[in-house]
């Protein structure tokens, strides 16, 4: 079946600091990859997506490349904020399965990040 | 609305009581989703309609989660006979129905205790 992994957390960082948030995959197909971040209080937001291999996605700082070889969607953002203190959590949607791909999506466990100033 | 509504925000519901959660999707959304999400964890789906047709329910847990979307727009999540491992946070997505898995958007959930 499909699966993500997550690297484990909580991750604490000093603002300004590089972030990197591991993440692998198992997949059955062709899988669409994405990055949710929840903030405290507010529902699941997409943050970024790659659909498919060598795509990177970006949004706000943060990127992540769809490696097909390592099975991989790492986040990655070069300095980071207070403000981007959240849960984040990497998901897979397979992009085509016969035409019953409807969008349903595998998360991983999430990562809590605090950003201290 | 600008955006998935969920109710309650908060429930607390004492063992074996029945509990209903209520999803307001954005209109005209085609695709709405549930999701359940323990402390700790991230969102496993629960289920999946398209307009009023429940076309999965795959990963509903027991026969005591029944799911229904009568017109094609409100959802309810109905659990009956509440257990403590129901206590969770009640995710509802819609959708346009693009392909891919894009075009999402999220309720702020449910926090469901069961005491």
């Known amino acids: 079946g499909n699966s993500v992994t997550q690297m484990e957390g909580p991750v604490t960082l000093s603002e300004e600091a590089f972030l990197t948030i591991n993440c692998t995959y198992t997949?059955?197909?062709?899988?669409?990859l994405f990055w949710y971040v929840q903030y405290p209080g507010e529902g699941l937001q997409l943050l970024l997506k790659?659909?498919?291999?060598?795509d990177k996605g970006s949004n706000k700082g943060f990127e992540a490349t769809y490696r097909k070889e390592t099975t991989s969607f790492h986040l990655e953002k070069g300095s980071v904020q207070v403000s981007d203190s959240a849960v984040y959590f990497c998901?897979?949607?397979?992009?085509?399965?016969?035409?019953?791909?409807?969008?349903?999506?595998?998360f991983g466990q999430g990562t809590i990040l605090t950003v201290h100033p | 609305g600008a955006g998935v509504s969920q109710s309650p925000r908060y429930k607390v519901a004492k063992r074996g009581q029945d509990v209903a959660l209520r999803c307001d999707p954005i209109?005209?959304?085609?695709?709405l989703f549930w999701y359940q999400q323990a402390l700790g964890q991230g969102p496993e789906f629960l289920t999946y309609?398209?307009?009023?047709?429940?076309?999965?329910k795959s990963g509903l847990p027991s026969d005591r989660f029944f799911a229904e979307r009568p017109e094609g727009s409100v959802s309810t999540l109905k659990i009956q006979r509440t257990q403590q491992e129901d206590s969770a946070v009640y995710l509802c997505?819609?959708?346009?129905?693009?392909?891919?898995?894009?075009?999402?958007?999220f309720g702020s959930g449910t926090r469901l205790t069961v005491v």
């Open positions: 997505a819609s959708s346009s129905g693009q392909p891919g898995g894009v075009g999402y958007t």
């Open positions: 998901a897979l949607t397979l992009a085509n399965a016969g035409g019953t791909s409807y969008g349903k999506l595998t």
């Open positions: 997949a059955t197909g062709y899988p669409s």
């Open positions: 209109s005209g959304h085609v695709s």
């Open positions: 309609f398209q307009n009023e047709a429940q076309l999965d």
């Open positions: 790659a659909t498919k291999a060598d």
